[in-house]
């Protein structure tokens, strides 16, 4: 689907943290839903790229559907990524920790510990089925990203403490930023 995912799409608004819609648990991709999908994935990556960041979850962009879209490298010569019903289909034992942030909690980061290495299966834009094993940042994204299809935050898996901070420091600082735009 490269034709498709080269074109540049117009960006959309990103949902920010307490929407509810962040908190839906998303309903699988289903055939009458290809030509949403088709229609949001060039936006998706213009949006992801603009911010910028390395993946979005359509519950971002106010749709509880379960696809997402990410490149870990947009610096570097794109490798865009679009997943359909995605699915962890195994874990690795081994446990790795990173500095995780969203863009639905801007300026908000921790460091979240996750599987190192997970198989994820998913369809790709073109609806082939596909499978990757993904290490590294990658894998830390990916499971990121399909934590947001259940309606999952990266602040879930921290202790309800520092959870509970960081949502009081964005509150405030978004509740600042609005009152200088005003
Ligand atoms: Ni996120």
């Keep these: ?4 995912l080269d074109t540049v799409g117009e960006t959309l608004p990103i949902l920010l943290v307490p929407d509810p819609t962040l908190r839906a648990k ?6 009458q839903d290809t030509d949403t999908v088709r229609a949001l994935l060039p936006r998706m990556f213009a949006t992801m790229y603009q911010a910028p960041g390395i993946g979005l979850a359509a519950p971002q962009i106010g749709q509880k559907l379960r696809f997402l879209v990410a490149d870990v490298q947009p610096n570097e010569a794109r490798h865009p990524i679009a997943m359909i019903n995605p699915e962890i289909a195994a874990r690795s034992a081994e446990l790795a920790v990173r500095e995780e942030g969203c863009l639905s909690l801007p300026g908000q980061y921790a460091e979240v510990t996750r599987p190192a290495r997970v198989k994820v299966r998913y369809l790709d834009a073109t609806g082939a089925r596909r499978e990757i094993e993904a290490v590294g940042l990658l894998s830390a994204c990916l499971q990121h990203e399909i934590d947001h299809l259940d309606g999952v ?3 879930d898996h921290l202790s309800a403490l520092k959870r509970n901070m960081i949502l009081r420091r964005l509150a405030k600082e978004l509740r600042q930023k609005r009152d200088e735009d005003r």
């Excluded at 998303?26 to 055939?31: F, L, M, T």
């Design 1 to 4: 689907m490269r034709g498709m």
């Design 26 to 31: 998303c309903r699988p991709v289903g055939p």
């Design 153 to 155: 935050l990266f602040v």
